[in-house]
């Protein structure tokens, strides 16, 4: 895309331009315009460039309106719920963070913000009261989890990566709580969804073969995680692009 080394700001301005040339009407409304086709997805492929992730990501974030309603898969510590609460003023972003590590600093980062919700489980294609989460830690910390198993290509994708117990660093698993999107909408009452915003370690495909025809309707743009080759043992971890699309 030509996109190296380009500041945020600039990302941000064409992306807006991209939407308007791609609505291809002077002044629509590019959210209006978009629910009357299928969402966009915007599939970021591991180890991506950063220049191509913030076009995606300011993309995605301009089809947004102010009262949008975003479901955020894989909070971590609240860096992108911020960013997500900024852009729906008006809405709610409901965010996921099974890790009891991360979960603490997601609520503490989002505790002022009204229009963020957390919930301390991970999202699945079923519910769990009890199913194996597994750690990966860069430099003793934890880094990223998943409820998949990785293959060997994981760890020639990301060596620096370990999943192996180092001593004292704690636990390689924990048990998480988990929940369908169905199951979870139905509890809270939930009926429209804007944006799904996905970073799950290879369950993308697992949670979005599950989503109800009805939120596709509303959904007006999914940003996911996808890769060429499998990067897990499950089937529903190596979702390709086109896989994804379909």
């Known amino acids: 895309l030509g996109l190296l080394d380009k500041p945020s700001d600039w990302l941000a301005e064409q992306a807006q331009r991209w939407l308007q040339d791609f609505v291809d009407k002077p002044g629509a409304d590019p959210v ?7 969402p966009l997805l915007l599939a970021l492929r591991h180890a ?9 990501e300011a993309l995605a974030l301009a089809l947004l309106p102010s ?42 980062r989002v505790a002022a913000r009204s229009n963020v919700r957390t919930f301390p489980y991970a999202l699945a294609g079923e ?32 060596p620096h990566v370990d999943w192996q117990q180092a001593e004292g660093a704690g ?28 970073d799950m370690e290879g369950l993308e495909f697992e949670v979005l073969a599950g989503l109800e025809p009805r939120f596709l309707r509303d959904v007006v743009a999914i940003v996911a995680e996808t890769r060429s080759a499998p990067l897990y043992h499950e089937t529903s971890g190596a979702a390709t692009f086109t896989e994804l699309r379909a």
Do not use: C, K
Request: aromatic fraction near 10%.
């Open 32 to 38: 209006q315009v978009r629910r009357s086709r299928y």
């Open 48 to 56: 991506e460039t950063e220049p191509e992730r913030e076009f995606a």
């Open 67 to 108: 009262n949008g309603q975003v479901l955020e898969a894989g909070a971590f510590d609240g860096t992108d719920t911020l960013r997500l609460s900024d852009q729906v003023p008006d809405g709610m972003v409901y965010s996921f963070e099974p890790f009891p590590g991360n979960y603490e600093n997601l609520t503490r």
């Open 127 to 158: 519910a769990s009261l009890a199913r194996q989460f597994r750690l990966g830690r860069v430099n003793d910390a934890v880094a990223m989890g998943s409820l998949l198993h990785h293959t060997d290509a994981y760890e020639r994708v990301y």
């Open 171 to 198: 636990p390689t698993d924990i048990t998480v709580r988990t929940t369908s999107l169905a199951v979870w909408a139905s509890e809270e009452r939930v009926s429209a969804l804007d944006l799904l915003w996905l």
